[in-house]
């Protein structure tokens, strides 16, 4: 048991006397630069961060600060720590616009955004301002080597904004709020006229439609039938082969039906 203690002493003592822990308690700014460089080196992120950290309010102005921000930028991201990984870039970005790192600085901006990026169903404003950023770097550096991996990001992001109000607007139609599935739904294909979803939007605003035309008093019925008939045909013409073309034709039948009792 004492020779286990002597041995732990040991441990502690050279640990504590290590350049690394030296370099955290002195007040030598090369010391720290010194093994803050080295830790960055090593990958040992983390440990790099702590002195950075100490470095930062020093270094500002000084000839070392733009590799010094640099680093401390990507041990951030490295570590995943996206919300100070993303504000440490934009900071580098302002204040090294000249930097030869400035491209990949203000691409990663934007990745970092957009890994802050949560799953569809929740709020979005991480996503929108990855969009924002990625677009902003998209921009300015139209010939960018980064240009091929910020096109994906970005198209994955738009993608999960679409699918959320998506959802939404289907979600109107769920709980049999045609008016405002109606709306919805009109509004998204507006917005989104490239979407994915737009075959599923199609349908579900016919869906929309045709339940209100059918379940409406008869003053108003005729011309909800014939939006619903409108719906139709606008679904068909996007796709022939629709995966909803069977349940479509069911409407569109009952549809015709329901309309000749307008042409007597």
Known sequence: MIKYLFVLFIAVTISSCSPYQKALKSEDVSLKYEQAEK???AKKYSKAIRLFEQLAPAFRGKPQSEK?????????YKTEQYYLG???FESFVSSYPKSEKVEEAAFLVGK??????PPYSL?????????????????TYPNSMYLPEANA???TLTGK?????????????????YKAA?????????????????????YYRLDSAYKLAINSVPAKMEERLKNAKAAYSNLVKFKVDSEYKAKADEMLAKIDEELKQFSK
């Open 153 to 155: 990001i970005l198209k």
């Open 39 to 41: 830790k960055y080196d």
């Open 123 to 139: 709020d979005q404003t991480e996503t929108v301002k990855g969009i924002e950023k990625l677009q902003t770097f998209i921009d």
């Open 182 to 202: 109606l709306v919805a739904l009109n509004n998204f294909i507006d917005e989104y006229p490239g979407t994915p979803y737009k075959e599923a939007a199609l």
């Open 68 to 76: 010094m921000f640099y680093m401390y930028a990507q041990c951030y």
């Open 86 to 88: 993303s504000y440490q």
């Open 161 to 177: 904004i679409e699918k959320k109000y998506f959802e939404i607007a289907k979600q109107y139609n769920t709980i049999s709020d």
């Open 112 to 117: 970092c955004n957009s890994m802050l990026s």
